[in-house]
């Protein structure tokens, strides 16, 4: 059974999304979802970079007030 869970990154500058973005799928198991909220528009090509690097998927991209929201299903 998949569950989401959601980090937030707002505020954040490079590397932080991504490093904590890192931290917490390292806190996930296969097939559940990380939805990730930052504000660092670097993150529009970083996030989706790392998330193939490792294999994992983004599965929806949006931004909501200048919020980037990103969710990832883990490998």
Same mark, same amino acid.
């Given at each position: 059974?998949?569950?989401?869970?959601?980090?937030?990154?707002?505020?954040?500058?490079?590397?932080?999304?991504?490093?904590?973005?890192?931290?917490?799928?390292?806190?996930?198991?296969?097939?559940?979802?990380?939805?990730?909220? %930052?504000?660092?528009?670097?993150?529009?090509?970083?996030?989706?970079?790392?998330?193939?690097?490792?294999?994992?998927?983004?599965?929806?991209?949006?931004?909501?007030?200048? %919020?980037?929201?990103?969710?990832?299903?883990?490998?």
């Amino acid at each position: 059974m998949e569950k989401t869970m959601i980090l937030d990154a707002k505020g954040l500058a490079c590397p932080m999304p991504i490093v904590r973005t890192k931290k917490a799928m390292d806190a996930l198991t296969t097939g559940d979802i990380l939805e990730v909220h %930052v504000t660092d528009k670097g993150a529009l090509a970083d996030i989706p970079a790392w998330a193939s690097a490792g294999g994992h998927e983004i599965i929806e991209q949006t931004e909501q007030a200048d %919020v980037l929201i990103f969710r990832i299903k883990k490998a």
